[in-house]
């Protein structure tokens, strides 16, 4: 049986192990992913407060309803009030976005806290390095569905380059979490700003469908206010952004938060897309994320599965 390491447990490299875990030639036992982070699911990000959490990643997944009842996993519940905001309905994980993520990698070997710092090839398959030890280190085939940037870091290591990776530009996104000490105006549960606006959007955490606990909202910048500000300490930018969301809700400009705390997203957004869904680098090594399609939910997971049939077929006509 053919083994494959997937680099990154992102929302394409668990379509991707999903959509394989049912490949006659590879099944669950036979596929493990790597990621960096503590817990799979990449931008599918929530953080959990004594105030409640917050979904400081990815907003919200912009699907039809069938493919909704496919990806969903008894997770994702409606959320109307911002469908205004785009031709797809919107739909969120409950209770936080990141539970979406966990359903998805349940039975999958998906080891976390994991830094893949090597890649060479070893005969027929592929040799690994890691940041700390690893019972495997040999697979018959990889896919990297990390940012471009660090996949061309790791390729470097094996002296491979692409020109489609090496092309590939990312917008990064300054997300704030609030819980503000004094009331909220009783508006909206979401609010989006224009490209000229500092802030990009700005969500009521505890007013999504399915949620609970205290006042509390989420503020993402937009991208030009985040390329401005990209090396600023994340105090600093969570003081800034909420002073400007403030503003926005027409609250006084000195109202004290009881919690803040800002995430930057170095790879938040492709400006442009390379075009195709999933492709081979090299014997046994394939390429496949946001990068390719998009940056949004549903096309992160065609691009998992694409990679998923690109492989397959691969193996079955080996």
Known sequence: MPRLAIIGAGITGLSTARSLAAHPAFGAASLCLFDKGRRPGGRLASRETEFGSFDHGVQRALLGEPAAQIHGAGTLRAWPAADSLSESPSWIAEPT???????????????????????????????????????????????????????LALLGTAGIENAALSAVRYQPNWTVMWTPSIPLPPTADHWAGTANDPIAWLAREDLKPGRVGPPRLTIQASAAWSIEHLERPADEVAARLISIAAEVLG?????????????RWRYAFVEQPIGVAAFELAPGLYYASDACLGSNVAQALSAGEAAAALIGANIDNA
């Not at 349940?106 to 994991?114: E, H, I, N, P």
């Not at 609250?251 to 995430?263: E, F, K, M, N, Q």
Request: proline share 6%; net charge negative; glycine share 6%.
């Open 97 to 151: 976005m990141n539970r979406l993520a966990q359903a998805w990698s349940q039975g999958l070997d998906c080891r976390c806290s994991v830094t893949v710092t090597g890649l060479a090839r070893d005969g027929h398959q592929w040799r690994l390095g890691f940041d700390r030890e690893q019972d495997d280190a040999l697979f018959d085939q990889v896919l990297l569905t990390i940012p471009t940037p660090q996949a």
């Open 251 to 263: 609250l006084p400009a000195d109202a004290r938060p009881i919690y803040a705390s800002a995430h």
